[in-house]
């Protein structure tokens, strides 16, 4: 390994042997983020400008490309179909995030550490979270299928046929978000869990004493507490969430008609159904400024509400 | 002031007494909880060693008239799930050696080494983690067109391999390193290369380990990208894509399609029971799980 | 100040640089290198063509297949190719049927496309910008039009220009089950049969939970019906989309009053697209119900179900009888850097041999009207015959305009929302037609 052999003897003065390791780590500066540098050039900044680029374009995947500058943006804009797209996207963000939300820091508050099997817990929850989306999503096609798990215990118990959930423009959407719920809260689950545990036990055990019940404690003591954690996991699930898209794919193909079509969704058609390059494109930025719009004011908003101590 | 201590202690004790009771029933709840929860994936296992015609029975059960351990072969009869197994593999590990790779030697550089600009490439870094996947797969196709990459192992691998996400990850966790080891070993003459596989890399473990599971993770669930980039399913294909190519074969027989998912679940079951511990280990070591 | 002004330069140039790239020749243009071509071009245009042992190459054949004993079936035919042709390697590699159109088109654009692609009728128009013309090659090899059937050959030409050579073809037609009408006493039908006595024998066998009839809202149901009801196409005058016409809102409100008429299933098909379709398959082979549409290609999937098929025509409405004819073929693609050997092994695939062969597994009803005895042979279906006879005499060829492949996927989904009767046949159709009138 390399010894350092230009170290100076201790009579050269501090500067220069300060200005000699700065060089130094320059070099090897390069080194170390060589590949990473490269790769995100490449990989990310690269095809990001030429998403842009793209965008301007009437671009075929074959055939001529033809220049037409804010054409594709004033076209998607304009397209009634790619509004409800956005909107449906809006609805399965507002939907889920605060179920995801919600589920996952009311089981982790249930499943405090004094419950024993606790890491059964953990792992039951976390293998939807694991598992390959299409492996939950064929799962949940047979739950919710006519003649499905569903329909026959409805059927059975209370003697009625339940509506063809995906098939249904009213339950489409809802019968998404349900699965991707059940999917999704175990990684949450596991975070609020493990901040939970965090929350000193004397703090909990004084506001016992002075009379707190269960409820008043987690409101009043651990909450505040875990607030950094909920905001990692509530921006995470808000910006994973706007790109949805393996749901509606696998369970209803964006329909019926638009009901589950959402912006993910609608780059791939566009782009590789359809093989409009350059609208698909465009599409993508509209949703990354939008991605960017709520993380932004997610992060302003997090001064009034997250405790970091 | 006695007084008040007795009065809480014997508070505690009615409330430790009645607290016996709602014990058991939030324990009783929660298990049923956990019922409900599982039910789904119940549902589908047995389902998956139905006969084709006792899937869709009223009222519902568990199991049918048989064990049909048939349908596991017959799913796999009609493709080539161990190619799709193969594949997936070949690209999460890979993908995962290079993104640990890459994302630990960066992470000790914003970390430990000291150059000029060190914040501000840090801030652009983070920046592009802003860029969603979805921006990105338009022009990235275009990119393994030119490149000629397109139904290939590198493409599965390499385009989304270089994210900041790990370097994050891992610069957050080298600074807890504490600085007196890092300047006694400058003081002893190791250069930068010495220090990060001496030292930071193995008091790193459990870090590494996080990043990799995340990575392995994000490698064997994606989707959308093969989706788009992978031409014959059948040859390059993964475990998501091989599914719903079986999905557009056999689309009407529940009991293979079952088969078919448990299978693709199987991996990822036996991932979770034995990383289960390192997952908490490694959300608090990085502090995301912390406060 | 200098470093800035530098950056700004470096800026402009690679950004001059990307609008360069972009406005470079377009993805569509053949390349000389074709990674799968081993040996150059034995021809050139004076000389004469080889002798049909000389050519040599390393062929893709792409195709749709769902799985291995389909593949099976497509190597025989590609192995009467490179029996013909000793120096010709053909690999043959497949895709599920739906899988296959969304990926067809970007691997055709792309330098590694395969060679020889299949290609269907109905959906030719939206690539067939990216296959080699055969015009000239089928004079050269010295190919007769006339041995194949000739709405299928002018099916899959563009132009005017030969883009692909047919193997199979067929009108669509209602497949039923024998053993249910016979059980409900219901007459069979004959060739030309009318829509009320398809009503009546609808109706008839919907009973005891099971149904008459099921569709799904794929495109080669509604449009065979539309057609038959009221005669419309898909295309107008100008080969443009034209799903608003009045005869075809028409045709398809009729369409969609007959099917939730109480003959079907609930919710037919049960799913939107290709799982819709799987669906509406499964249905008529587990009896539920007793007719659907479809072509004579999936004679021998049907054939192995537990109740004798019968093959009739569509019912005749007040215009008569009407029926489209759809059919596949296999095209060169344009980045093929050995079409000239291309051609060769598909003029073998498509000959008598490999057409009998298909044909004698019942898997197509071949393109060569020669070789149709074999078909009716080993597909075994009373009545086959007289059937498809009076059906392709009573046929025109599935035309459909160059974004048919959008289009349909738009009334995938807008298409089973007026079957489930959450929008009006008219409101499907409008947005249909508006979303695929802006192609670009």
């Known amino acids: 390994m390399a010894i350092d052999t230009s170290a100076p003897s201790p009579t050269v003065s501090p500067t220069l042997r300060v200005g000699r390791r700065l060089r130094d780590d320059r070099r090897y500066a390069l080194i170390f983020l060589g590949p990473s540098v490269l790769g995100l050039a490449l990989f990310t900044l690269f095809p990001t400008v030429m998403a842009l680029v793209m965008s301007l374009f009437n671009w075929p995947v074959f055939?001529?490309?033809?220049?037409?500058?804010?054409?594709?943006?004033?076209?998607?804009?304009?397209?009634?179909?790619?509004?409800?797209?956005?909107?449906?996207?809006?609805?399965?963000?507002?939907?889920?995030?605060?179920?995801?939300?919600?589920?996952?820091?009311?089981?982790?508050?249930?499943?405090?550490?004094?419950?024993?099997?606790?890491?059964?817990?953990?792992?039951?929850?976390?293998?939807?979270?694991?598992?390959?989306?299409?492996?939950?999503?064929?799962?949940?096609?047979?739950?919710?299928?006519?003649?499905?798990?569903?329909?026959?215990?409805?059927?059975?118990?209370?003697?009625?046929?339940?509506?063809?959930?995906?098939?249904?423009?009213?339950?489409?959407?809802?019968?998404?978000?349900?699965?991707?719920?059940?999917?999704?809260?175990?990684?949450?689950?596991?975070?609020?869990?493990?901040?939970?545990?965090?929350?000193?036990q004397e703090q909990l055990e004084a506001a016992a004493i002075d009379g707190a019940n269960g409820i008043q404690r987690f409101r009043y003591v651990t909450l505040p507490m875990i607030t950094p954690s909920i905001f990692f996991a509530t921006t995470l699930t808000l910006i994973t969430s706007f790109q949805v898209f393996a749901q509606p794919f696998l369970l209803?193909?964006?329909?019926?008609?638009?009901?589950?079509?959402?912006?993910?969704?609608?780059?791939?058609?566009?782009?590789?159904?359809?093989?409009?390059?350059?609208?698909?494109?465009?599409?993508?930025?509209?949703?990354?400024?939008?991605?960017?719009?709520?993380?932004?004011?997610?992060?302003?908003?997090?001064?009034?509400?997250?405790?970091?101590? | 002031m006695t007084d008040a201590l007795t009065l809480a202690r014997r508070r505690a004790a009615g409330r430790r007494r009645g607290a016996g009771l709602r014990s058991v029933i939030s324990h009783f709840l929660l298990v049923a909880v956990a019922l409900l929860f599982a039910a789904p994936l119940l549902y589908?296992?047995?389902?998956?060693?139905?006969?084709?015609?006792?899937?869709?029975?009223?009222?519902?059960?568990?199991?049918?008239?048989?064990?049909?351990?048939?349908?596991?072969?017959?799913?796999?009869?009609?493709?080539?799930?161990?190619?799709?197994?193969?594949?997936?593999?070949?690209?999460?590990?890979?993908?995962?050696?290079?993104?640990?790779?890459?994302?630990s030697l960066s992470a000790f550089a914003f970390a430990r080494l000291r150059f000029r600009g060190r914040e501000l490439l840090f801030v652009l870094f983070?920046?592009?983690?802003?860029?969603?996947?979805?921006?990105?797969?338009?022009?990235?196709?275009?990119?393994?067109?030119?490149?000629?990459?397109?139904?290939?192992?590198?493409?599965?691998?390499?385009?989304?391999?270089?994210?900041?996400?790990?370097?994050?990850?891992?610069?957050?966790?080298?600074?807890?390193?504490?600085?007196?080891?890092?300047?006694?070993?400058?003081?002893?003459?190791?250069?930068?290369?010495?220090?990060f596989f001496r030292i930071m890399l193995p008091l790193?473990?459990?870090?590494?380990?996080?990043?990799?599971?995340?990575?392995?993770?994000?490698?064997?669930?994606?989707?959308?990208?093969?989706?788009?980039?992978?031409?014959?399913?059948?040859?390059?294909?993964?475990?998501?894509?091989?599914?719903?190519s079986f999905m557009a074969q056999q689309g009407t027989e529940w009991n293979l399609m079952m088969a078919a998912s448990m299978l693709a679940m199987v991996p990822s079951v036996v991932l979770v029971v034995l990383l289960q511990k390192n997952l908490v280990r490694g959300l608090l070591t990085t502090g995301f799980g912390g406060r | 100040m200098r470093r800035f002004r530098r950056s700004r330069g470096v800026a402009g140039i690679v950004v001059a640089g990307l609008i360069a790239i972009a406005c470079g020749s377009p993805a569509g243009t053949p390349q000389a290198s074709n990674p799968q071509a081993s040996a150059p071009q034995a021809s050139t245009p004076q000389a004469s063509a080889p002798a049909p042992s000389e050519v040599s190459a390393d062929l893709t054949f792409q195709f749709w297949i769902g799985g291995d004993a389909d593949k099976k079936a497509w190597e025989t035919v590609?192995?009467?190719?490179?029996?013909?042709?000793?120096?010709?390697?053909?690999?043959?590699?497949?895709?599920?049927?739906?899988?296959?159109?969304?990926?067809?088109?970007?691997?055709?654009?792309?330098?590694?496309?395969?060679?020889?692609?299949?290609?269907?009728?109905?959906r030719l128009e939206a690539y067939a910008d990216q296959l080699v013309p055969m015009d000239d090659l089928m004079a050269k090899y010295k190919v007769n039009p006339s041995d194949f059937d000739q709405s299928i050959l002018n099916g899959l030409k563009h132009g005017g220009k030969q883009v692909a050579l047919p193997y199979d073809f067929g009108p669509l037609i209602i497949f039923y089950n024998r053993d249910r009408f016979k059980a409900a006493g219901v007459a069979e039908p004959k060739p030309g049969w009318t829509l009320d006595d398809f009503k009546a024998?609808?109706?008839?066998?919907?009973?005891?939970?099971?149904?008459?009839?099921?569709?799904?809202?794929?495109?080669?149901?509604?449009?065979?019906?539309?057609?038959?009801?009221?005669?419309?196409?898909?295309?107008?005058?100008?080969?443009?989309?034209?799903?608003?016409?009045?005869?075809?809102?028409?045709?398809?409100?009729?369409?969609?009053?007959?099917?939730?008429?109480?003959?079907?299933?609930?919710?037919?098909?049960?799913?939107?697209?290709y799982t819709g379709y799987l669906a509406m398959l499964s249905q008529f082979q587990d009896q539920t119900a007793a007719m659907y549409v479809d072509g004579p290609w999936m004679a021998i999937s049907n054939k192995a179900v537990k109740f004798q098929l019968g093959m009739a025509t569509m019912p005749a409405g007040a215009g008569g009888s009407k029926h489209y004819t759809a059919g596949s073929g296999f095209g060169i693609s344009k980045q093929c850097a050995t079409p000239e050997a291309a051609f060769q092994a598909i003029v073998s695939m498509t000959s008598d041999t490999a057409l009998k062969g298909l044909a004698s597994v019942g898997r197509a009803y071949p393109a060569r009207p020669a070789v149709a005895d074999a078909w009716y042979t080993a597909a075994d279906i009373q009545g086959a015959r007289e059937t498809l006879e009076y059906a392709d005499a009573h046929s025109v060829p599935l035309l459909t305009p160059p974004n048919w492949v959008e289009a349909a996927g738009y009334f995938d989904n807008y298409g089973f929302q007026a079957l489930t009767g959450e929008l009006t046949p008219e409101a499907a159709l409008q947005t249909v037609q508006d979303q695929g009138s802006l192609g670009n």
């Open chain 1, 63 to 200: 055939g001529n490309r033809t220049f037409v500058g804010l054409g594709n943006y004033a076209r998607l804009l304009g397209d009634p179909i790619f509004r409800q797209v956005v909107l449906n996207t809006c609805l399965f963000v507002v939907l889920y995030v605060p179920l995801n939300v919600v589920v996952s820091l009311g089981l982790a508050a249930w499943v405090s550490p004094k419950i024993k099997g606790r890491s059964v817990f953990r792992i039951l929850f976390f293998i939807p979270v694991m598992a390959p989306i299409v492996a939950n999503a064929m799962v949940w096609r047979l739950m919710y299928q006519p003649g499905g798990l569903l329909d026959s215990v409805s059927q059975s118990v209370f003697g009625v046929a339940t509506p063809s959930f995906l098939a249904s423009s009213a339950t489409a959407m809802l019968a998404i978000v349900v699965m991707s719920v059940w999917q999704g809260f175990g990684y949450n689950f596991l975070v609020f869990s493990t901040a939970m545990d965090q929350v000193p």
């Open chain 1, 252 to 309: 209803t193909t964006g329909g019926p008609g638009n009901a589950t079509q959402t912006l993910v969704l609608f780059v791939y058609n566009e782009g590789w159904r359809f093989l409009h390059m350059g609208l698909a494109a465009a599409a993508g930025w509209v949703l990354f400024v939008i991605i960017m719009g709520i993380t932004a004011i997610q992060f302003l908003g997090q001064k009034r509400w997250v405790h970091y101590d």
């Open chain 2, 44 to 103: 589908a296992l047995g389902t998956s060693f139905k006969p084709s015609d006792e899937v869709f029975t009223r009222p519902p059960t568990l199991v049918g008239s048989e064990l049909r351990f048939e349908n596991y072969i017959d799913a796999f009869r009609f493709a080539p799930f161990g190619q799709y197994f193969f594949n997936s593999l070949l690209v999460a590990i890979t993908g995962t050696a290079v993104v640990v790779a890459v994302s």
């Open chain 2, 126 to 195: 983070l920046g592009t983690l802003m860029v969603p996947q979805e921006v990105l797969i338009v022009p990235m196709y275009w990119l393994m067109q030119t490149l000629g990459w397109v139904d290939s192992y590198q493409a599965l691998i390499l385009p989304f391999a270089f994210t900041a996400f790990g370097t994050f990850l891992l610069r957050q966790f080298f600074l807890t390193v504490p600085a007196e080891l890092v300047d006694s070993a400058r003081v002893d003459g190791a250069g930068p290369f010495t220090i």
């Open chain 2, 204 to 244: 790193s473990r459990a870090a590494l380990a996080v990043l990799s599971m995340f990575t392995f993770i994000a490698f064997w669930g994606s989707f959308l990208w093969p989706l788009i980039v992978i031409d014959t399913i059948d040859v390059k294909g993964t475990v998501p894509l091989g599914l719903t």
């Open chain 3, 78 to 122: 590609t192995a009467v190719a490179m029996a013909d042709h000793p120096g010709i390697k053909i690999t043959v590699k497949g895709n599920p049927w739906p899988t296959y159109w969304t990926r067809i088109g970007t691997q055709l654009a792309s330098p590694t496309s395969p060679c020889i692609v299949g290609m269907q009728s109905l």
């Open chain 3, 201 to 273: 024998a609808a109706t008839a066998l919907t009973t005891g939970g099971k149904f008459g009839f099921t569709t799904s809202s794929i495109d080669q149901e509604y449009l065979s019906w539309v057609l038959d009801l009221s005669g419309a196409e898909v295309l107008d005058a100008g080969g443009k989309l034209a799903l608003t016409s009045p005869a075809f809102v028409d045709g398809y409100k009729q369409y969609v009053a007959l099917m939730n008429s109480g003959i079907t299933p609930p919710g037919s098909g049960g799913a939107a697209g």
